[in-house]
């Protein structure tokens, strides 16, 4: 099956840093991944639609010069979190699109210090 | 994409049938109904997804009402490991620029031994 993978599983840094996380499609091609974040005890909610070559089109309320997406190839997207603070603090999942069904990641726990 | 509405939570006995109900009143005639799940601390798990005909795989059944304004998804024998949160989500099933997954709140199943 369709295999989605995320690095890093787990991210401590100090407040101020930036943050990269690497979302891979595995054994397929995907034109559009997706970002969801989750806070604890809450349902996850999409940040962006990262389409391969093109900019990311941004949900309502997403800062998009503070979570900057890149979707460089068929395979691989990433999200910097610039300057993190500790609201940004949260679960990161990625999600990647192979004919009508998405896949998901394992997700990245992000703490911000 | 079509609102769906979950009980927050589920109890079910181990080795017993978990049957999650979910109302999508609004549904599209063109919008399918999705199934994933979520375990704790990790990705979004597809589960299962179906337009009008009731659907099975090798782990759960669909059953869409023929209004279709709602559906049941089945775990024929609940084990301690199917304990999560699952999502009911109606979405456009081809791929187009609009057609992502937004998740509600979804039903938290508890299995019990």
């Known amino acids: 099956g369709a295999v989605v993978s995320q690095h890093p599983s787990w991210v401590i840094c100090k407040s101020g840093t930036s943050v990269k996380i690497e979302c891979r499609s595995l054994?397929?091609?995907?034109?559009?991944m997706f970002w969801y974040r989750q806070f604890p005890k809450q349902s996850l909610m999409l940040m962006a639609t990262?389409?391969?070559?093109?900019?990311?089109?941004?949900e309502q309320g997403v800062e998009k010069d503070k979570f900057l997406i890149n979707h460089a190839s068929l395979t691989l997207s990433t999200l910097t979190v610039t300057s993190a603070h500790p609201e940004d603090s949260s679960f990161y999942i990625c999600s990647a699109r192979a004919g009508g069904s998405q896949h998901f990641g394992d997700g990245t726990r992000l703490s911000i210090l | 994409d079509a609102k769906t509405t979950q009980p927050p939570s589920m109890d079910c006995a181990e080795g017993r049938a978990a049957n999650l109900p979910c109302n999508h009143s609004t549904i599209s005639g063109n919008e399918y109904v999705y199934w994933y799940r979520q375990i704790h601390s990790q990705g979004p798990q597809y589960i299962i997804h179906g337009l009008k005909n009731n659907e099975t795989n090798e782990m759960a059944s669909l059953i869409i009402t023929e209004d279709r304004k709602s559906s049941t998804l089945i775990l024929p024998h609940a084990t301690l490991r199917d304990t999560a949160v699952y999502y009911c989500?109606?979405?456009?099933?081809?791929?187009?620029?609009?057609?992502?997954?937004?998740f509600g709140e979804g039903t938290q199943l508890t299995v019990n031994p």
């Open positions: 989500i109606v979405r456009v099933g081809r791929e187009t620029s609009g057609s992502r997954l937004t």
């Open positions: 054994d397929f091609q995907a034109t559009t």
């Open positions: 990262s389409n391969e070559g093109s900019k990311a089109t941004y």
